[in-house]
Structures are given as structure tokens and as C-alpha cells.
């Protein structure tokens, strides 16, 4: 049976997700064992974009993978639904470096 999620986190905007937040562990890390059990996750592919190394992080030493824009490309990923504000919150902390 799947974790009960709250009627505003069932509101809440899907969000595309690719690369290393494809690894369920990495929710946890970032928004705790709780958090991540409730999220729900599903394949998707997003059209019209591609992977690109384009920045770097000298604390994480090396590159940094995201997005750019390609009529001709598309991306495997998935969609987390179920995202409450703490939890966006807790994202654009994490990821506001790259």
C-alpha cells in the first residue's frame, strides 16, 4: 500500500527530475527517510530538451549535468508528485548551485 499523501502535496506541481535524483537515496538525503517515502515516482520523458555539461563545481569536483534547450532531443527522467512547500523549499536550496 502506498504512503498517504497530503490533499496540498497532491496539488502541488509534478516536477521533472533526471540525473542523480533519479536514485530514491538522494530524497532522503535531502528531505529526510519520512519525506521520500511519500513521494511517488514515475517515468516520464521530456521532449525538446538534452543533457549538457555545461558549468562547473569545484566543491563537487568537476562538472555539473542540466538542461538546455534541443528541438531534436529528449530526456529520460521521471516526475515526482506529492511535493510539499518544505519540500520545494529543500530543493531549490540543494540544487540552486548548478
Known amino acids: 500500500m502506498s504512503p ?13 527530475f533526471y540525473g542523480s535524483l533519479m536514485d530514491r537515496s538522494f530524497w532522503r538525503g535531502v528531505i529526510g ?14 521532449r525538446g530538451w538534452r543533457r549538457c555539461w555545461n558549468g562547473v563545481r569545484p566543491d563537487l ?19 515526482v508528485l506529492g511535493l510539499s512547500e518544505e519540500t520545494w ?4 536550496e540543494q540544487e540552486s548551485s548548478h
Open 89 to 92: 523549499a529543500k530543493l531549490d
Open 4 to 16: 498517504k499523501v497530503s490533499r496540498a502535496a497532491r496539488r502541488s506541481p509534478a516536477l521533472f
Open 61 to 79: 569536483g568537476g562538472a555539473v549535468l542540466n538542461l538546455a534547450r534541443d528541438p531534436k532531443g529528449h530526456l529520460w527522467g521521471g516526475l
Open 33 to 46: 527517510a519520512r519525506a521520500a517515502a511519500s513521494l511517488r515516482l514515475v517515468p516520464a520523458r521530456l
